[in-house]
């Protein structure tokens, strides 16, 4: 013993001195002499193999007396247990030892750590899968009795050994019949499950509050040590609990629900929560093992009444049944049922629905007629409807109520409407879609109409045809009860519209009629100034086809046709008599030009300017369509157009320099109509007048010529 340190000696002479198991101090010893030899595992079993002195030995009780001993020595804090393996314990780390099985630890902080192993760690999804629907199910986790977290209406809760009443079975059986949301799943007994989890508690406590700068090397290595042992503690328990739980009972509705046992604790759990929702929610059932999404409902809405239910739609589902009558009970109650109270009563037992099943068979009473949706006291339409399924934000101010009953007779008589105002029979035959395709009618002849409007100022006489759509606007308004009820107040003035207004103008817009009207205004916009010229009573018949409030009717466009066909002739010989005249002028002009002495001295060249703009003219004329402007060109021509070219003739033949020689006025041409004659009355009235007059004018003229300029006649 004298190679052996001395605080270790005091270890085993204490032992040598307090313990009356001679077979314990030798363990202790073998301990001792392997605890720096880190590939000896000190497990229960080798410990027993090293401390085996007789070849014949009986090995079972062999074993047992090992585990006597280890048992003793660790409850006396001469070695510890980690997990399965035994470590003999210095002075130094004996007193921590033993100060670390003081440490208070109570049943909260032991809850707290099953949960988070088993919940958060092995289960660890809040939300579990029910197979046959492919829906997540969120439960209440629960250990031993204590709720952790948000309660939920299905229940998981696990019974670990440190429950009071672990191992009454018939406590788990009464709960579980009690409450058909519970599943109880109770663990096996394990002898060192709970010793271990207090003890990873209060290793943790303890080195939480000893960390210090001002510990010897010795004890940090120490607390080190039991950090790293205690974080293999942990994952050790994480091993057993999920072992434990693939191996523990499961109570189900008052009774022990037989499952056969599995290595992981989490595919039990998921196992047994399937037949808990079966449990649990027995009318889940009604919704089949059909998947609804929201493609589901949008193909229930969006879809006809044939394509749904068929030829006969009068067998309602199961599913639906419940929703409707919770409405109509509701109804009779006078309470009002949202959108939000339907998912809050089937989303419970004992039903169990998801949202978007909810929402399908909602949808299908809806598709039926077996009830309205509205919002704001608005009946939705298809596509409101089927926004305010899928809008969580409104389900709180959507209600359902019972389709009203409507009386037969006036589901006929409106489809009888229907046929005779669309001239096609009517799709429907539930009452509220005999209403939906009447309105869907009305809000599209409403838009034809609107858009035969946009019209009116080519076609004026289209304005009879506000009244109609300012009645199809009212009616596409109404909710389906009142059209069903007032159908006699708005019959005969729809028919009547349809036959007087409607159907005539469509006739005319969609046939040759139009064409017609169209060419006679065209004709009348593009030849106003040319009319002006023409005397013919065919003008009167075109402009009164063009004002006339119905020019539809009667034989009032094809006597146009007749009227627009003369007048039309008569416009084009008009122009070419005009043209005509034109050009004579023109050409009568230019002669004037050639017979000018002026003219004579120019070469080719200088005649052909002079000649140039009198030719344009004349190529004008032939293109122009308008009387007013060939009468307009041949007046420019004959008092403009002739005396600015004979001006340019003098200048172009009267050369420079001879000007200067001469030292004489430059020759210029003057129109006489831009002679002002300087005579005091306004018109002549005796042969003295005339005279006179002839005598001022004479006088102007002669005054002109003497300045040297000529007048163009």
């Given at each position: 013993r004298s190679t052996i340190r001395g605080e270790i000696q005091n270890a085993i002479t204490l032992a040598e001195k307090n313990l009356d198991n001679e077979f314990a101090i030798r363990v202790l010893k073998a301990l001792f002499l392997v605890k720096y030899y880190s590939n000896f595992k000190t497990t229960a079993r080798?410990?027993?193999?090293?401390?085996?002195?007789?070849?014949?030995?009986?090995?079972?009780?062999?074993?047992?007396?090992?585990q006597e001993a280890l048992n003793i020595l660790e409850t006396q804090n001469y070695i510890q247990r980690n997990g399965d393996l035994y470590e003999f314990l210095t002075d130094d780390e004996k007193d921590i030892q033993e100060e670390i099985k003081s440490m208070e630890i109570d049943n909260q902080q032991v809850t707290q750590l099953l949960k988070e192993i088993l919940f958060d760690e092995i289960i660890r999804d809040t939300r579990i899968r029910y197979?046959?629907?492919?829906?997540?199910?969120?439960?209440?986790?629960?250990?031993?009795?204590?709720?952790?977290?948000?309660?939920?209406?299905?229940?998981?809760?696990?019974?670990?050994?440190?429950?009071?009443?672990?191992?009454?079975?018939?406590?788990?059986?009464?709960?579980?019949?009690?409450?058909?949301?519970?599943?109880?799943?109770?663990?096996?007994?394990?002898?060192?499950?709970?010793?271990?989890?207090?003890?990873?508690?209060?290793?943790?406590?303890?080195?939480?509050?000893?960390?210090?700068?001002?510990?010897?090397?010795?004890?940090?290595?120490?607390?080190?040590?039991?950090?790293?042992?205690n974080n293999e503690r942990r994952q050790e328990l994480v091993l057993i609990?999920?072992?434990?739980?693939?191996?523990?009972?499961?109570?189900?509705n008052g009774s022990k629900h037989e499952m056969i046992s599995t290595s992981d604790g989490k595919t039990k759990v998921v196992k047994g929560f399937q037949d808990l929702i079966k449990i649990a929610y027995p009318s889940l059932r009604m919704l089949g093992k059909v998947v609804y999404t929201d493609d589901t409902i949008k193909s229930i809405i969006r879809s006809t009444q044939d394509d749904l239910f068929g030829t006969d739609d009068s067998a309602i589902s199961e599913a639906e049944s419940e929703i409707l009558n919770l409405v109509v009970?509701?109804?009779?109650?006078?309470?009002?049922?949202?959108?939000?109270?339907?998912?809050?009563?089937?989303?419970?037992?004992?039903?169990?629905?998801?949202?978007?099943?909810?929402?399908?068979?909602?949808?299908?009473?809806?598709?039926?007629?077996?009830?309205?949706?509205?919002?704001?006291?608005?009946?939705?339409?298809?596509?409101?409807?089927?926004?305010?399924?899928?809008?969580?934000?409104?389900?709180?101010?959507?209600?359902?109520?019972?389709?009203?009953?409507?009386?037969?007779?006036?589901?006929?008589?409106?489809?009888?409407?229907?046929h005779k105002m669309f001239d096609e029979v009517c799709p429907a035959r539930e009452a509220k879609d005999v209403a939906n395709a009447f309105r869907d009618m009305v809000k599209s002849e409403l838009v034809a109409i609107n858009q035969?409007?946009?019209?009116?100022?080519?076609?004026?006489?289209?304005?009879?045809?506000?009244?109609?759509?300012?009645?199809?606007?009212?009616?596409?308004?109404?909710?389906?009860?009142?059209?069903?009820?007032?159908?006699?107040?708005?019959?005969?003035?729809?028919?009547?519209?349809?036959?007087?207004?409607?159907?005539?103008?469509?006739k005319f817009w969609h046939g040759e009629q139009k064409k017609i009207y169209d060419s006679i205004r065209i004709f009348i916009q593009d030849n106003q100034s040319n009319l002006e010229y023409i005397q013919s009573d065919e003008l009167a018949k075109l402009k009164e086809v063009y004002s006339h409030s119905k020019p539809y009717s009667g034989n009032l466009i094809r006597d146009a046709k007749t009227a627009r066909d003369t007048i039309t002739q008569k416009v084009l010989d008009q122009i070419e008599a005009e043209k005509k005249s034109a050009i004579r002028v023109v050409e009568r002009v230019i002669d004037v030009l050639k017979k000018n002495v002026e003219f004579e001295k120019l070469n080719n060249d200088k005649k052909v300017q002079v000649l140039k703009p009198?030719?344009?003219?004349?190529?004008?004329?032939?293109?122009?369509?308008?009387?007013?402007?060939?009468?307009?060109?041949?007046?420019?021509?004959?008092?403009?157009?002739?005396?600015?070219?004979?001006?340019?003739?003098?200048?172009?033949?009267?050369?420079?320099?001879?000007?200067?020689?001469?030292?004489?006025?430059?020759?210029?041409?003057?129109t006489r109509?831009?002679?002002?004659?300087?005579?005091?009355?306004?018109?002549?009235?005796?042969?003295?007048?005339?005279?006179?007059?002839?005598?001022?004018?004479?006088?102007?003229?002669?005054?002109?010529?003497?300045?040297?300029?000529?007048?163009?006649?």
């Open positions: 080798n410990v027993s193999v090293l401390m085996i002195d007789d070849i014949n030995v009986d090995l079972k009780k062999h074993e047992q007396k090992v197979l046959d629907n492919k829906q997540e199910y969120e439960y209440t986790s629960k250990i031993d009795g204590i709720i952790l977290g948000r309660e939920r209406e299905l229940t998981i809760e696990i019974i670990t050994p440190n429950f009071d009443d672990y191992g009454n079975e018939s406590l788990f059986k009464a709960q579980t019949m009690g409450y058909n949301t519970l599943m109880m799943m109770v663990l096996p007994s394990d002898e060192r499950l709970m010793k271990d989890m207090r003890m990873y508690l209060k290793t943790g406590k303890y080195i939480k509050q000893s960390r210090s700068t001002t510990n010897k090397d010795n004890i940090k290595q120490i607390l080190y040590d039991k950090s790293q042992q609990l999920r072992k434990l739980l693939g191996e523990a009972d499961v109570f189900l009970r509701r109804k009779k109650q006078s309470d009002r049922t949202s959108l939000q109270d339907i998912r809050e009563h089937f989303s419970k037992k004992p039903y169990g629905w998801y949202a978007n099943g909810i929402w399908s068979v909602t949808a299908r009473l809806f598709k039926r007629g077996k009830i309205e949706i509205r919002q704001d006291a608005n009946l939705l339409s298809d596509e409101e409807a089927l926004d305010a399924l899928l809008n969580t934000r409104t389900h709180n101010n959507t209600l359902l109520v019972p389709q009203m009953e409507v009386d037969p007779r006036h589901v006929r008589q409106l489809s009888e409407m229907y035969l409007l946009a019209s009116v100022e080519n076609y004026p006489f289209l304005r009879v045809m506000e009244p109609l759509g300012g009645l199809l606007e009212k009616l596409a308004d109404k909710e389906y009860a009142w059209l069903f009820t007032n159908v006699k107040e708005y019959e005969d003035e729809l028919l009547d519209a349809k036959e007087d207004v409607l159907d005539p103008i469509k009198f030719n344009e003219e004349i190529e004008k004329l032939r293109e122009q369509r308008f009387i007013a402007n060939i009468r307009q060109a041949r007046e420019r021509v004959e008092n403009e157009l002739l005396t600015t070219q004979l001006n340019e003739m003098v200048k172009l033949a009267t050369p420079a320099d001879t000007e200067k020689e001469t030292h004489e006025p430059k020759v210029h041409y003057i109509s831009t002679i002002k004659v300087n005579y005091p009355n306004s018109e002549l009235r005796t042969e003295a007048d005339v005279n006179e007059y002839v005598e001022a004018l004479k006088k102007e003229f002669l005054k002109h010529i003497r300045e040297n300029k000529r007048i163009s006649l």
